[in-house]
């Protein structure tokens, strides 16, 4: 996954008003919150395509239903058709939705949900 990609996929969060940061949470707890971490495939063609799971993982204090609504919210930023772009380095992107579960925390007060997302980007190199 390209650095390019992972701040297309921060700027639309940011616009879309859902706390996020990437890899932990460093700022005032505010929630619910999200944090991003991405595994990328092996790539299968020469054609300069490379795909990504993006893996939002959004937690609250607050109810199951705070963190669904903060899903339709990325399920809208990220269609199934995909959310595309021309990043600044001329590499194509693409982010669908893909799926989501409830994640356990094993603290009553706390819930959490696994939002992925499948990312292809193609470069021009």
Not at 2 to 24: H, S
Not at 82 to 109: C, N, Q
Request: glycine share 8%.
């Amino acid at each position: 996954m390209t650095i390019n990609g992972l701040n297309f996929i921060a700027g639309k969060l940011k616009a879309a008003d859902i706390p996020y940061c990437f890899e932990e949470w460093n700022k005032e707890i505010q929630y619910p919150y999200f944090v991003g971490e991405y595994t990328e495939s092996e790539p299968m063609y020469e054609n300069g395509e490379s795909e990504s799971t993006f893996i939002l993982t959004g937690t609250t204090r607050g109810s199951w239903l705070e963190l669904e609504k903060a899903k339709k919210k990325i399920r809208n930023i990220f269609p199934d058709k995909g959310a595309t772009a021309i990043l600044a380095d001329k590499t194509g992107i693409a982010v669908f939705y893909a799926s989501s579960m409830p994640v356990p925390t094993g603290v009553d007060e706390l819930k959490r949900i696994q939002i992925n997302l499948n990312v292809k980007e193609w470069s021009v190199d």
